[in-house]
């Protein structure tokens, strides 16, 4: 499979992430290069198989389900890039009503 | 005193025996990183006044008759990889998204290395969010390898590696999701070894990959990594995916002298011409040594692994990247840039906070993780993986230890990342496997008499301990690893 620029435009928008227009050709030259180097795992016939999960070796490492207050609540709230008073300050991410 | 020549078993044995004071050794050690680090930028963040006060606070804990079992890395110098998190010293992962970001807490591995009595001098260098094999896509510009300034060090922990090549420490810890303990240790001529997944807890550790990611040691001898592993693998509760069993002791290994009834395979069954001829004749050695030990030595193969581990590696660790990097989004630590909608914040932010790199390899698993290209690429890597999980399985119930390449090259030319990303993706070849199958895995300094030269050592899983015998009876016979001279020499 191959990918155009359209698509690319659109995994751009799914991730997040801008380009400028001299950076396409730099991802879609090896975002190809590397499907086309993924395309031989059709090879392999994978019918029956399950996917990859892992199996831990003796026991995972468990904790009791208990609350476990943190020392630092200030310190949290400092770490975020715009605060207000007790919280994180984030984008509004619905319009505003306008009957409201 | 040469403290800086020192192991860190001879450190933490002088310290305790107050034979000289963890302060002395810590001082010698920081004068090293500030003679030589403005050459091969391997130190990013140097947290040289905390570790004097640590320093000071050993020194008084022996002085107090602290026992031997308290403090196993009494005063010993380390280096931490800058994708580790550590209470009030920054942590960048080598990202402008990080750049100013401060932690509230330590990684697990870094409370019980600092519980067992070491002293962190410093945050290493890497490529940004590990991504990467040369540690140059770091905002605070490149690591040179101190073995020749001109190379690269390999990366994402080059500068752990670098570290421990040039004397800051004897032991620095890095991260490795597809080679980036092993591929750094082989260029800088130390050892790296990456653990068993699930010997080594990932608390605290900003990952890559949360399915391949496992954190472990560089040291400049055996003994040293298998005592790091000793104060490293350990259950933690806030780690799920750590196993809760109870350890061995990692440095019983050393007692083993002989291979009597072991059988060691030699990887073959893939193009030995691509490899550096250097490479292959020190794997020949490490054979006969294993024969000459006991060993009965034999060739074998994995031809699934090596058709298919590297295509398969790539799309499991870019779309698990792409998801695992989507926490960056500006509100909640980290850059923020303002924007007019949340999308244009979000946008902003990252354009802003992440390297092309990191922006190509986001984007290259977005497009796996897709709708259209999810069944035919991530799905299948996800059974191909199970497949090659197997394959290593069936192989180590016939073999005690496999011996094989790093890398196919040495130290490539610094600025090589640019020109052939292609040829440094299929460098990973003989690494990622072990990620895969979740394997312990040594990359052994064999000397060299021009750029260093490693071979990897491979167990089966959590072979651990078994590994660090095989590493530790192989070295006995090659030249001791040394630090770099700076003079000119290696």
């Excluded at chain 2, 002298?257 to 893939?270: A, E, P, T």
Aim: with cysteine; proline share 5%.
């Amino acid at each position: 499979m191959t990918v155009s620029e359209e698509q690319l435009a659109a995994f751009c928008v799914n991730a997040q992430i801008a380009l400028k227009p001299e950076e396409v050709p730099l991802v879609l030259g090896p975002l190809n290069d590397l499907l086309a180097l993924c395309d031989k795992l059709q090879e392999l016939d994978c019918r029956g198989v399950e996917p990859f999960y892992w199996r831990m070796g003796r026991k995972p490492s468990r904790r009791p389900d208990e609350e476990e207050p943190w020392a630092d609540r200030d310190r949290f709230i400092e770490e975020a890039p715009t605060q207000d008073g007790d919280f994180f300050r984030v984008p509004r991410i619905m319009a505003e009503s306008k009957e409201a | 005193m040469d403290f800086v020549r020192m192991t860190a078993c001879e450190i933490a044995a002088g310290v305790k025996a107050k034979d000289f004071s963890a302060l002395e050794v810590a001082n010698a050690h920081i004068a090293r990183i500030e003679k030589y680090d403005s050459r091969i930028n391997a130190c990013v963040t140097r947290c040289f006044e905390r570790a004097v006060e640590k320093a000071r606070g050993i020194d008084s804990r022996v002085a107090a008759g602290e026992t031997d079992g308290n403090l196993p890395l009494a005063g010993v110098p380390v280096l931490l990889k800058d994708n580790f998190c550590t209470r009030d010293v920054r942590t960048t992962c080598g990202s402008r998204m990080l750049e100013n970001w401060v932690p509230t807490y330590d990684a697990s591995v870094v409370e019980s290395f600092e519980n067992a009595g070491a002293i962190v001098l410093g945050k290493a260098n890497m490529d940004e969010f590990a991504m990467g094999s040369t540690t140059e896509s770091s905002i605070f510009g490149p690591t040179l390898n101190p073995r020749d300034e001109s190379r690269v060090p390999g990366g994402s922990s080059g500068g752990s590696a670098a570290g421990v090549a040039a004397g800051y420490c004897p032991v620095s810890l890095g991260s490795d999701t597809g080679g980036s303990i092993r591929l750094p240790a082989a260029f800088c001529g130390v050892h790296g070894m990456k653990p068993s997944y699930g010997e080594v807890s990932r608390y605290g550790i900003v990952g890559y990959v949360s399915s391949l990611d496992q954190v472990g040691p560089f040291a400049r001898n055996v003994k040293d990594l298998s005592l790091a592993l000793d104060v490293l693998a350990r259950p933690d509760p806030h780690d799920s995916t750590c196993d809760a069993y109870v350890r061995p002791r990692f440095s019983d290994a050393l007692a083993v002298d002989n291979f009597k009834g072991r059988k060691i395979g030699i990887l073959s069954g893939y193009d030995e011409s691509s490899v550096d001829p250097r490479i292959l004749e020190k794997i020949k050695l490490a054979a006969q040594i294993c024969r000459d030990a006991g060993a009965e030595v034999v060739d074998v193969e994995v031809p699934l692994t090596m058709d298919y581990g590297v295509a398969c590696y790539y799309i499991l660790a870019l779309g698990d990247a792409s998801s695992k990097l989507a926490c960056f989004d500006g509100m909640r630590y980290g850059l923020h840039v303002e924007g007019q909608t949340l999308f244009d914040m979000y946008s902003k932010t990252r354009d802003r906070g992440f390297g092309f790199e990191v922006k190509r390899r986001i984007l290259l698993g977005t497009c796996v993780l897709t709708s259209g290209f999810y069944d035919r690429y991530y799905r299948q890597a996800e059974r191909v993986r199970n497949r090659i999980y197997v394959e290593f399985e069936e192989l180590f119930r016939k073999i005690d230890a496999l011996l094989m390449p790093v890398s196919p090259s040495l130290a490539y030319p610094i600025g090589m990342v640019e020109s052939d990303p292609q040829r440094i993706y299929l460098g990973d070849a003989f690494t990622v496997p072990m990620n895969l199958a979740g394997l312990p895995s040594i990359s052994l300094n064999m000397g060299g008499n021009g750029l260093p030269v490693n071979i990897q050592i491979v167990g089966g899983r959590y072979g651990d301990q078994r590994l660090l015998s095989v590493a530790n009876i192989v070295e006995r016979a090659t030249e001791p690893c040394t630090i770099a001279s700076f003079e000119g020499g290696r």
